[in-house]
């Protein structure tokens, strides 16, 4: 398989990236603009396979990723670039609407053009891959989950622009045959994500023994997926989803903010003795809840279990001790994005 990747030096697309290079030996082309959220250095175990390529470029300009689909002549285009972070979609949307809306709706004009200009054969094999967020369903009560065909309702800037880029893939799909297939996943944790997101920044300000700020309760709720479950995911449905189709991926692992924070303390305490760290409730800090804070998200994933046989191989358990485990071991590469990219600050207060 010869694939573009966008995104592909942020947190979900260096994890793709990897496992399609490093593990499946697939040809891949990463396309990103290298935004603040970008790492290159979560793709050096790849860096120089033959099978893989980088070029920098915003998925906004149309005229650009034409000419990079007509040279790279990829199967298929697997998107995942975007802005991902719901605090900053807060506090400034205007980049949520540019990449999220406008840059999916670039990138499918320009993934039509390139399609309707493939051969016969190769256009039926063709693939359009949409990466997005159960976020796009709204927020859940006490029981229930998230499936395919629950109404979308996104509360946040960030959720209402990943459900527009969904619902233009659906449209380039019905009105222009582009063959598509999206995927909406819960919330990703693992190695190299970027500390702006809950986990990885209660464990490096628990690390640090610095206040752990949880917004509002502590009783919100996230359906918590590991990175490598999730790519795992992203291929089957790419290689073996039915084509116009969405395929929900999740864990199956509900937590409670609050939950997570304690084992979190824990793992750290467990796995660094020497590190002397205050009592949990020392170390949380109760802080005011982010506005419109969807209450609890929970996929049901059993469309891609009983069709595709995909099954998670993390519990939370296993994923968060890894997760922290590794985050102690490579301050290397949080150290340098710490100093000059994000300081742990709050965000998204509006
Ligand atoms: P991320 O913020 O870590 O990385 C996004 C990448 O996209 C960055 O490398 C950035 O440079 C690139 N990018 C941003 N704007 C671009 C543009 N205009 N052109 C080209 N590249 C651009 O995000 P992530 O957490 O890896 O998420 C990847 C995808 O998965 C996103 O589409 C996101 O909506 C979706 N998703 C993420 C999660 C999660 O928990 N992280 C959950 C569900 C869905
Ligand atoms: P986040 O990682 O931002 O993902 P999302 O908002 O897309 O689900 O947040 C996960 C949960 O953690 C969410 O309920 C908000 C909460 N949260 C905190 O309590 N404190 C924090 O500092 C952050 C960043 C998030």
Known sequence: MRVIV???????????????????????????K??????????????????????????????????????YQPDAVMHLAAESHVDRSIDGPGDFIQTNIVGT??????ALHYWRNLPEDRQKTFRFHHVSTDEVYGSLGAEGLFTESTAYQPNSPYSASKASSDHLVRAWHHTYGLPVVVSNCSNNYGPYQFP????????LNAMAGRKLPVYGDGQNIRDWLHVNDHVAA?????????VGETYNVGGRNEARNIDIVHQIINH???LSPHRTLPPDDELIEFVADRPGHDRRYAIDATKLENRLGW???????????????WYLNHSG??????????????????
Not at 12 to 30: F, H, K, M, T
Not at 37 to 52: F, H, T
Not at 196 to 203: C, D, N, S
Not at 234 to 242: E, F, I, N
């Open 311 to 325: 099954q998670a191989q993390y519990s939370l358990e296993t994923g968060l001790r890894d997760t922290v485990a």
């Open 234 to 242: 992203l291929r089957l449905v790419l290689q073996h989803g039915t």
């Open 268 to 270: 750290v305490r467990d």
């Open 105 to 110: 709706y670039r990138l499918l004009d320009a």
């Open 333 to 350: 590469w949080w150290q340098p994005i710490l100093d000059r990219k994000y300081q742990g600050q709050r965000l998204g207060v509006a």
């Open 196 to 203: 702006e997101k809950f986990i990885p920044l209660m464990i």
């Open 34 to 71: 290298l935004t603040y959220a970008a790492d290159q250095r979560s793709l050096a175990s790849i860096e120089g396979a033959p099978g893989y390529r980088f070029m920098q470029a915003d998925i906004a300009d149309g005229d650009k990723i034409s000419h990079i689909l007509d040279d």
């Open 6 to 32: 966008t995104g592909g030096a942020g947190f979900i697309g260096s994890a793709l990236c990897r496992y399609l290079v490093g593990e499946c030996g697939w040809q891949v082309l990463n396309i990103d």
